[in-house]
């Protein structure tokens, strides 16, 4: 399985990006899709996740400035980020739990993450 996100860049205070990640190889079901984030010198963090029959659920940090949205079809889901901060600037990253086959148990598979840099 492979994970790879992209859409990361350098976006002014008060500006939008979009964040792409795509899930390829041998999926038999995606249960839960995620971002997390990691900012020099922090710890890894929660950003947003969307699971396979329920709504989404958000950091208070982005709760309101960020969405988290999928195409299940396409084995994508997506960051739509308003209103950026300079807080916000942090390496993304793309968690995938996927079961490999109908016997196969669930597991996490994560991409290399995506920069994302916020500054006037």
């Known amino acids: 399985v492979q994970i790879v996100e992209s859409g990361g860049g350098l976006a002014q205070p008060g500006g939008s990006l979009n964040l792409s990640c795509v899930a390829s190889?041998?999926?038999?079901?995606?249960?839960?899709m995620a971002w997390y984030r990691q900012a020099p010198g922090k710890q890894h963090e929660f950003v947003a996740s969307?699971?396979?029959?329920?709504?989404?659920v958000y950091a208070d940090s982005v709760k309101g400035r960020f969405t988290i949205s999928r195409d299940i079809s396409k084995n994508t889901v997506y960051l739509h980020m308003n209103n950026l901060t300079p807080e916000d600037t942090a390496e993304y990253y793309c968690?995938?739990?996927?079961?490999?086959?109908?016997?196969?148990?669930?597991?996490?598979?994560w991409g290399q993450g995506t920069q994302v840099t916020v500054s006037s």
């Open positions: 968690s995938v739990r996927i079961a490999r086959s109908l016997t196969d148990i669930l597991n996490d598979y």
């Open positions: 969307i699971p396979k029959n329920a709504g989404p």
């Open positions: 190889g041998p999926i038999y079901g995606i249960y839960l």
